[in-house]
Structure formats: C-alpha cells, structure tokens
C-alpha cells in the first residue's frame, strides 16, 4: 500500500495567523461593544472533539500517461486542555492530552481501491479487497507503522503557553508533538482558529488578520508564501439553554496566479510551477463570554489547483480539486460544561 499523506493535506487547506489589523473604521458600533478574551482556570479542563473531512480528485499528466486519483478521509479526535498556574497575567499554560483518534479512508487510483481503517493504535486495511494491513493479526505492520508516524503527534501530550487572545506563544513536548502542534497552529489564528482583538467588539465589527500559506502537501512555496487575508465579523448573539452566545462568522477566500514552489522526491529538489491556486473558506464560531471559553467552530473550505512540474527533463501537470469540512465542539462533560 502505497504511503498517504494525511497532516501535509490537511496543513495545506488551513491557516498561518499573523498579527491582528484594527477594527475596521467606518462602520456603525453598536452600543453593546465588549472586550472578548480567553480564561483557562486550573482544575477546570476543557475536553472538545474534532472533525476533519476531505476529499481530493487528483489529475495527472504525464509522459502522455494519465492517471486519476480520488481520495476521501476523516480524522476524528479528541483533545483535553489542562490548565495550570498561570505563569503570567495574560499568558495560559495549558496540557493538551488527546484521546480517541480514529480515521477512515477511501482511495481509489493506480494502485487499485484501497480502504483503510484506523481505531486507537489498530489499522486494518484492503487493497481491492484483499486485506494488506490487519495489526491484530500482524499483517502489514510496517505500512501501519509508516502512516501512524505521520500522525504520531495526535497520539502524545505536551504543554501549550496561548495567551488572552487565543494566539499560541509557545509549544513544549516530545519532537513529534511539538512538530505535529506547531504546523497545526501555524496554519490557524491561534489553537482554536479564532483569535480576538485588542480592543471590544460590537455587533457588525470586522477585524482581519494576514493568511500566509507556505505549504501545500509535500510542495513547499517559495518565500514569502501565499498571503492573503481572513476577515472575522461579530454577529447578532444568541441565547443557548439559557446563556447568552456570542457568534462570529469567518471568511478568508482567494485567488492567486503564477506560485513558484519546489518539493523533494527521490533525493531530487522538484520545479512546481502553480499557475492557479483558487480557494474559498468561510465559517462559524460560538463563544461563551461569560465562561471565556469557545463552544464551537464549523469551516467548509473548497479549492481548486493546476500545477506543473519538472525534474530530470521530464514534465507532468496536475490539476487538483479538494473539499474540507473541520468541526471543533466543546464537550458536555468538559469541566466548563460544555452547552
């Protein structure tokens, strides 16, 4: 079975925060303006669920030679932040443990229909229906091996440093964890995808904070990256249970020509050319003001890709189409009660 690349996809469809622009001027503030903020308080841990599912239609050309690929996949994991002492005023420490990951696969390209399941640390597998991973049964170890490294930070815990904000300062653990957590962060305004400004919010304000986007799988941008701008605007509240939520909504599109980027393959440094890179995102966030906690967050995320590339004096194109939806809810039997 032939390797699957699955936190490089994922990192390619989402965020590199940057620092925050000013509250859009011009608009009319209303009267109910507040100041937004994260509060992490020790014995009281938060436990959310995550969501991410993909899918991917690949064309490649090649030596006047075609072959298609079709991908769909979903991660599903949770993770437990911890808070401890806090170890200034406006910094939090939190311990990220995470727990029941899961995965499932559908492929189907050269290689011929490949399924495969991941429970916990077991990975079963077929190819056209011929099983070629079972690690109870001890068959396909070392492809099991190969595609649970590439997620091995989703199995281990760490410490986090995030501050009022929501941005991440710091990240502390086990190489893996600190690789895994750092891409993830980087490729998202702070932990949760939302990060707030300075100053108060009132219904209708739009702050928007820089996208810069340097890899795309295993193609690496050249600098600076792709930039581009993701704009965050409070809506009306709403009342849930009996508790007042507060509700953002989020859009970064774009549209971008002629990327020069590069990959290594083989021990070779590969020309990626991208002549067109299209992609729309929008989404939502809940956030509890009174607890300070975010409830929930749903990003749907389409794309669409030609590159081009070359090594060895030969070329190949291809032209790629790729969806995501990500799903991240605060639990009800998190210790802030979830809603």
């Known amino acids: 079975m032939k390797r699957i690349l699955v936190i490089p996809v994922i990192a390619m469809l ?66 437990k932040l911890v808070p401890k002492d806090k170890p200034s005023e406006d910094l939090n420490t939190v311990r990220l443990e995470p727990s029941g990951l899961e995965g499932d696969w559908d492929i189907t390209g050269p290689a011929g229909h490949i399924v495969m399941k991941l429970r916990g640390s077991d990975v079963t597998g077929t190819q056209d229906g011929v099983t070629t991973i079972d690690t109870k049964r001890g068959i396909g170890l070392s492809e099991a091996r190969q595609v649970k490294t590439e997620i091995s930070g989703l199995y281990l815990s760490g410490e986090i440093d995030i501050d009022s904000r929501g941005n991440v300062v710091n990240i502390r653990g086990d190489v893996p964890f600190v690789e895994f957590w750092t891409e993830a962060c980087e490729g998202q305004p702070g932990i949760f995808g939302v990060v707030f400004p300075e100053k108060p919010v009132a219904t209708g304000d739009t702050w928007k904070e820089f996208i810069v986007l340097k890899k795309m799988g295993e193609v690496l941008l050249e600098e600076p990256g792709l930039r581009c701008t993701v704009a965050l605007t409070r809506q009306p509240d709403t009342t849930a249970r009996g508790r007042k939520i507060s509700r953002f909504a989020i859009e970064a599109p774009f549209k971008q020509r002629n990327l020069v980027a590069y990959m290594h393959q083989a021990g070779q440094r590969i020309q990626v050319d991208i002549p067109t890179f299209d992609r729309s995102a929008s989404g939502t966030a809940r956030f509890d003001a009174e607890r300070q906690v975010l409830i929930d967050s749903h990003m749907k995320i389409d794309a669409k890709a030609h590159m081009e590339m070359s090594a060895a004096g030969e070329g190949a194109t291809i032209d790629m189409v790729m969806g995501a939806v990500t799903d991240l809810a605060l639990l009800p039997d998190s210790g802030a009660g979830g809603l």
């Open 14 to 79: 989402l965020w590199q925060g940057a620092p925050a622009f000013p509250i859009e001027e011009g608009r009319a503030r209303g009267g109910d303006a507040q100041q937004f903020i994260f509060k992490f308080e020790p014995n009281r841990p938060l436990l959310y669920a995550m969501k991410v599912r993909m899918k991917i239609d690949m064309d490649m050309q090649m030596a006047m030679q075609s072959m298609k690929m079709k991908m769909e996949f979903e991660l599903r994991w949770k993770f």
